[in-house]
């Protein structure tokens, strides 16, 4: 089993910045892969980036160059840099997890969950 709990969300202005965090524990196996997902309210969950415990990484095509995901293995903390964000980039976000490795980014194929931190971004 693994548990995860996000942190950092907020609300802030178009072109803001805010650093997202997912502190996880238990079984270390499960987490070989780690991802962030968002949801908006009457939209599918979808994937933003994910990075396996190699450091190889993911990223949508609407995040790329603006967000940035990174892990520490020791500290067993997930992060998302996200900078110059957008009224689009509202959203819950999640954070996940699974023992799989070279997975797609889509939220079907992870096994573990945070509880999600919202972000807001107003013009």
């Known amino acids: 089993q693994v548990q995860l709990v996000e942190s950092g969300g907020g609300s802030v202005q178009s072109g803001g910045s805010l650093r997202l965090s997912c502190v996880a524990s238990?079984?270390?196996?499960?987490?070989?892969?780690m991802g962030w997902f968002r949801q908006a309210p009457g939209k599918e969950r979808e994937g933003v980036a994910l990075?396996?415990?190699?450091?190889?990484?993911k990223y949508a095509d609407s995040v790329m160059g603006r967000f940035s995901i990174s892990r520490d293995n020791d500290k067993g903390t997930l992060y998302l840099q996200m900078n110059s964000l957008k009224p689009e980039d509202t959203a819950m976000y999640y954070c996940?997890?699974?023992?799989?490795?070279?997975?797609?980014?889509?939220?079907?194929?992870?096994?573990?969950w945070g509880q999600g931190t919202q972000v807001t971004v107003s013009s």
């Open positions: 996940a997890a699974d023992r799989a490795l070279l997975l797609p980014l889509r939220a079907g194929f992870f096994a573990y």
């Open positions: 990075i396996s415990r190699d450091g190889s990484t």
């Open positions: 238990g079984d270390t196996a499960s987490r070989a892969s």
